[in-house]
Nanobody, 117 residues
Framework: QVQLVESGGGLAEPGDALTLTCEFSGSIFSFHGVGWDRQAPGHEREFVAHITSGSITTYAESVKGRFTISRDNVKKMVYLQMTSLKPEDTAVYYC???????????WGQGTQVTVSS
């Protein structure tokens, strides 16, 4: 079964940059689309970004132009480069994987990102 482990979160100031990393295991990485969701306190989990097995990317409007998702099919890694961070980006960020051949999504345990001056 798919296992996802996130890392790279932490404390940042407004305008700073952070890169999140997700390590994928337990299945064939190239069969999966992968992405990131986030959940802020008191809010529902929301979509942030997604990248297909063919490297087609989609982004939430709130992060478009600031965040970049990428994948390394050899290392089985997913990255989220976050720039121009804002306090409203504060949330727990979850890595997500879904088979492009059908099946439910899997999520990691999450990594906290806090943006504050």
């Amino acid at each position: 079964q798919v296992q996802l482990v996130e890392s790279g979160g932490g404390l940042a100031e407004p305008g700073d940059a952070l890169t999140l990393t997700c390590e994928f295991s337990g299945s064939i990485f190239s069969f999966h689309g992968v992405g990131w969701d986030r959940q802020a306190p008191g809010h529902e989990r929301e979509f942030v970004a997604h990248i297909t097995s063919g490297s087609i990317t989609t982004y939430a409007e709130s992060v478009k132009g600031r965040f970049t998702i990428s994948r390394d099919n050899v290392k089985k890694m997913v990255y989220l480069q976050m720039t121009s961070l804002k306090p409203e980006d504060t949330a727990v960020y979850y890595c997500r994987a879904v088979s492009e051949y059908g099946g439910s999504s899997s999520w990691g345990q999450g990594t906290q990102v806090t943006v504050s001056s």
